[in-house]
Nanobody, 126 residues
Framework: QVQLVESGGGSVQAGGSLRLSCAAS????????MGWFRQAPGKEREGVAS????????YYADSVKGRFTISPDNAKNTVYLQMNSLKPEDTAMYYC???????????????????WGQGTQVTVSS
């Protein structure tokens, strides 16, 4: 069973930066695509970025391209989300997720992911 633990959330002013971490334990064959998702109050959960850890292929939502970067540290079984130039509309609960890359069609769809963390809150003030 894969367990995911997020950290690094917090409050920041617009234009600031945060780095989220997702530590994974209990790696299995069906968790080689890692993703970050977010959910704001009253909104659906949306994909932010994902990465196929075997070869480093990345996928980003249009709303975060050029501002957010997803990266792995395979030695530490950790995936990071570096968030720069943050905007108030980035405010949300951020979740880490993992799933089997070879089964995926939409790499930023929550439905494609099997394992989920508990989330970490990101608040961006104007």
């Amino acid at each position: 069973q894969v367990q995911l633990v997020e950290s690094g959330g917090g409050s920041v002013q617009a234009g600031g930066s945060l780095r989220l971490s997702c530590a994974a334990s209990g790696y299995t064959y069906d968790s080689n695509c890692m993703g970050w998702f977010r959910q704001a109050p009253g909104k659906e959960r949306e994909g932010v970025a994902s990465i196929y850890t075997n070869n480093g292929s990345t996928y980003y939502a249009d709303s975060v391209k050029g501002r957010f970067t997803i990266s792995p540290d395979n030695a530490k079984n950790t995936v990071y989300l570096q968030m720069n130039s943050l905007k108030p509309e980035d405010t949300a609960m951020y979740y880490c997720a993992a799933g089997p890359w070879w089964e995926m069609v939409r790499y930023l769809s929550p439905d494609e992911y099997k394992y989920w963390g508990q989330g970490t809150q990101v608040t961006v003030s104007s």
